[in-house]
C-alpha cells in the first residue's frame, strides 16, 4: 500500500522557519523524482521545488527559489522542504507527490501570521 505522509506544517510568524517531512512508503522512494506542491486557498495548486531521485538534482519555483530548500533521505524514505524566511502569502497546504504517479501525500498545513 503506497504512503506519503506530511508532517512538520503549523503557524509561524512571518519571518519564521519551517521544515516539512514528507515520509514514504508501499514503492522504491529513490526511483522517483519527488515534488512539493502547494494549494492556496481560493488558488489552484502549485509547483514548488522538485527533486530527482539519485543525484539530487533540485528545481525551485521563482517565489520561493532563494528562501526554500528540497532534499531527500533514500535511506530514510524521506523528502525534505525547508522553508526560511517565511511570508503570508506562503500559506498554504503543502504537499508531496511522486512524480508520473497518482501517489499525493494528504497535506500539511503552513500558515504564516502574527
Known amino acids: 500500500q503506497v504512503q506519503l505522509v506530511e508532517s512538520g506544517g503549523g503557524l509561524v510568524q512571518p519571518g519564521g522557519s519551517l521544515r516539512l517531512s514528507c515520509v514514504a512508503s508501499?514503492?522504491?522512494?529513490?526511483?522517483?523524482?519527488m515534488k512539493w506542491y502547494r494549494q492556496a486557498p481560493g488558488k489552484e495548486r502549485e509547483f514548488v521545488a522538485s527533486?530527482?531521485?539519485?543525484?539530487?538534482?533540485?528545481t525551485l519555483a521563482a517565489p520561493v527559489k532563494v528562501l526554500f530548500t528540497i532534499s531527500r533521505d533514500n535511506a530514510k524514505n524521506t523528502v525534505y522542504l525547508q522553508m526560511n524566511s517565511l511570508k503570508p502569502e506562503d500559506t498554504a497546504v503543502y504537499y508531496c507527490?511522486?512524480?508520473?504517479?497518482?501517489?499525493w501525500g494528504q497535506g500539511s498545513q503552513v500558515t504564516v501570521s502574527s
Open positions: 507527490y511522486a512524480a508520473g504517479t497518482n501517489y
Open positions: 508501499g514503492f522504491t522512494f529513490m526511483r522517483y523524482i
Open positions: 527533486i530527482t531521485g539519485v543525484g539530487g538534482i533540485t
